[in-house]
């Protein structure tokens, strides 16, 4: 099967703080793999290690090879800015910028010098219809952006990650601020996505991660505890940990 990211023996600290030990994993194409564990077990912080966002803070020491699309891209000369328009991220709360639904999309295009203005309509129509948010914004797209519903803004948000054309979309909890229907309308998003796109997703939800994932990885304790089919971690996991996690006996 196609990898897109190869992780191998990857350890991460926070000054004197290991928060993940030895992860040995590998993501596949156009597939959804899910995150998920206790809170603080390390799933954050490894979902930002695959786009280099834990760089931003300080104190933060990383060690270990990760390979996106067989290049090495945690070594010291790798072009980042690059890495993150190939890997875009869509954060656990909306972050609409203060501006319209137009220019929210067509953000981060402009900032690559795109300054034609029918590219730049054709890109935001395309990435509103990618994220199914298109028919219902469609009049209004010089609307504040922050006018919308909690489950428009979240959408808008995948489609100004969309607008970058990445190769593979993180997603921190993308729906844990939302209400049931946003969220139904995220998961069907996704399932639907994941034919461009590969997706990582860190939940917080059994049910989501049974629901939408190919692949399922258990953290715990900075640990990745176990990692197979999402339907093989559901039905017959391997640890009894991972079984007394995804049934509730703790967590």
């Known amino acids: 099967m196609d990898k897109v990211f ?14 993940l030990k030895h992860i040995d994993l590998e993501i596949y194409r156009n597939k959804i793999t899910a995150l998920i564990g206790p809170s603080g077990c390390g799933k954050s912080t ?5 786009n280099r966002m834990n760089d931003l803070i300080d104190g933060v020491k990383m060690d270990g090879c990760i390979r996106f ?3 090495v891209c945690n070594l010291d000369g790798y072009d980042v800015i690059n890495l993150r328009k190939r890997v875009g991220m ?10 319209s639904i137009f220019d929210n999309i067509a953000y981060g295009p402009r900032r690559q010098g795109v300054k034609d203005k029918a590219t730049l309509k054709e890109t935001v129509i395309k990435s509103l219809k990618q994220a199914a948010l298109y028919d219902e914004v469609k009049d209004d797209l010089n609307k504040s952006a922050l006018s919308l519903s909690g489950g ?3 959408r808008l948000c995948i489609a100004r ?3 970058m054309e990445p190769e593979v979309l993180l997603m921190d909890e993308p729906t844990s601020a939302l209400d049931p229907i946003a969220t139904q309308k995220i998961e069907a998003l996704i399932s639907e996505l994941k034919e461009k796109y590969t997706i990582v997703i860190v939940t917080h939800s059994m049910q989501q991660a049974a629901r939408i994932s190919d692949y399922t990885a258990f953290f715990y304790m900075g640990e990745l505890r176990e990692y197979d089919a999402t339907d093989k971690i559901f039905k017959a996991p391997k640890l009894k940990q991972t079984e007394d996690y995804i049934t509730g006996r703790f967590g």
Do not use: G, H
């Open 6 to 19: 190869q992780i191998d023996d990857l350890n991460l600290f926070y000054d004197d703080f290991q928060a």
């Open 46 to 50: 490894f979902i930002r290690c695959l």
């Open 69 to 71: 699309d067989d290049e």
């Open 90 to 99: 869509v954060f656990q709360k909306p972050n609409p910028f203060p501006m």
């Open 152 to 154: 428009q803004q979240q």
């Open 161 to 163: 990650a969309l607008a």
